[in-house]
C-alpha cells in the first residue's frame, strides 16, 4: 500500500471506531519514515488521536511534529471557518457580526454545508503550502508537505464532505465561493493527487456501510478509491493447512479429556469460528468491488501507541 504515498491527499475514511486513525497514522508513519517524505496527517474530527498515539502534547490547528518527518494537525471546522472568512473578507468584524450570529451560523452550515467545504478548502491550501508559508494557485517553490493524510469523518460526513464542492458549485455559479469549490473539486479529482482510502472491520455492518460508501462515491463524487483496507482482522488459529486438517483430531481428543484440555478447544473453535466469519466478510467485499482490499491483522492490544502504530505501517507495507 506504500504506493499511495506517492499521492499529494490520502482521505481515509469508513464507519465509526473501525481505526481510521490508527491506519491513518501507520500510513503517515510509513511514507515519512520508509519513503522519507514529509508528511501531515490532519485529523478531521478533533479527536486528537495523533498526540495521544504518537504520545506528545496536542497537536492543534497550529500542529506540531510527532516522530521525526511526521506532522499533525486537527482540522477543526470553527478554526478552518475563521481562517478562511476573515482571509475572504479580510474584515473580522465582518466575521464576528454575520458569521458569529446565532441565527446566521447554523443557517450558513446547515444549508450551505459549509463547513464542510471549508474544512476541504483546508485541505486545499495545506497541499498548496509551499517552504516559505505561500499558498495557493500561484504559489511557487518546494511543498511544505510532500503528502497529506486525512484523517477523516464517519461515512456520511465524509461523503458530505467530498461532495461539497461540487454541491456549491451547482448552488454559487459564479463568484469567489464557486471558485474556491471548484479548485477543491479540481483536486479531490485529480487522480494523481487525491485518493480515498476506505477503512472498515471485517464485520457483517462495517462492510455493509463500505459498500454503500463505495456506491455512493461511484454514483456522485468523481474520485479515485484507492483503498479499502480491512482493519483488525482476527489472526488465523493454524499456520498452514496441515495444522489446521489436525483440528477435528486434536477436538476429539480435548473434548474426551475434559477440563482445561476442553475449555481450550472451546477458545478454539470460537477463534476459528470469528476467522471464517471475518474471512467471509472479506470474500464478501471483494466479490463486490473493483477495488484493492488490503486486510491488516488485529494486534493483541487495543491500546495503540507508538509501537504498535509500527507494526501496522510494517503490515501496511507488507501489502501489495
Ligand atoms: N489493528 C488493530 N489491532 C488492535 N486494535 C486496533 C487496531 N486498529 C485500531 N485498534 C483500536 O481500535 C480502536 C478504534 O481505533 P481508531 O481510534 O483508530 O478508530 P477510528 O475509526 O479512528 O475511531 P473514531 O471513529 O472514533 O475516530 C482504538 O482503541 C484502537 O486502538
Ligand atoms: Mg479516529
Not at 498526540?51 to 494537525?73: D, E, I, K, Q
Not at 491550501?125 to 505561500?134: F, H, K, P, V
Amino acid at each position: 500500500m506504500y504506493g499511495l504515498t506517492d499521492k499529494r491527499v490520502v482521505f481515509v475514511f469508513g464507519k465509526g471506531g473501525v481505526g481510521k486513525s490508527a491506519i491513518s497514522a501507520a500510513l503517515g508513519l510509513a511514507a515519512a519514515q520508509e519513503r522519507g517524505r514529509k508528511v501531515l496527517i490532519a485529523e478531521m474530527n478533533g479527536a486528537e488521536s495523533m498526540s495521544t498515539l504518537f504520545g506528545t502534547p496536542p497537536v492543534g490547528y497550529a500542529g506540531r511534529p510527532l516522530r521525526g518527518r511526521l506532522h499533525g494537525m486537527t482540522i477543526s471546522p470553527g478554526a478552518a471557518t475563521e481562517e478562511y472568512l476573515v482571509r475572504m473578507l479580510r474584515f473580522r468584524l465582518l466575521y464576528e457580526t454575520v458569521f458569529r450570529n446565532r441565527f446566521i451560523a447554523p443557517l450558513m452550515d446547515g444549508v450551505l454545508g459549509l463547513s464542510d467545504l471549508i474544512s476541504m478548502g483546508k485541505v486545499l491550501d495545506l497541499e498548496w503550502t509551499r517552504d516559505d508559508g505561500s499558498f495557493g494557485p500561484e504559489a511557487q517553490g518546494p511543498h511544505r508537505w510532500d503528502l497529506v493524510v486525512v484523517d477523516g469523518p464517519a461515512t456520511g460526513h465524509g461523503l458530505s464532505m467530498l461532495r461539497s464542492p461540487q454541491s456549491m458549485m451547482d448552488l454559487a455559479k459564479v463568484g469567489p465561493l464557486f471558485q474556491n469549490a471548484r479548485d477543491i473539486r479540481d483536486l479531490v479529482a485529480d487522480r494523481s493527487r487525491f485518493a480515498v482510502v476506505l477503512v472498515t472491520l471485517a464485520e457483517d455492518m462495517p462492510v455493509s456501510e463500505c459498500l454503500q460508501a463505495v456506491e455512493a462515491l461511484g454514483g456522485d463524487v468523481d474520485v479515485e478509491i484507492a483503498a479499502i483496507v480491512v482493519n483488525s482482522v482476527p489472526p488465523p488459529l493454524f499456520e498452514d493447512k496441515e495444522a489446521e486438517a489436525l483440528w477435528s483430531d486434536i477436538r476429539e481428543a480435548g473434548v474426551l479429556l475434559g477440563g482445561r484440555a476442553a475449555r481450550a478447544i472451546n477458545d478454539g473453535e470460537r477463534t476459528l469460528a470469528e476467522r471464517r466469519r471475518a474471512e467471509a466478510q472479506v470474500a464478501r467485499l471483494r466479490a463486490a468491488v473493483d477495488v484493492p482490499v488490503f486486510e491488516i491483522p488485529r494486534l493483541p492490544t487495543r491500546d495503540l501507541a507508538t509501537p504498535e502504530i509500527e507494526v501496522l505501517a510494517g503490515a501496511l507495507g507488507a501489502t501489495a
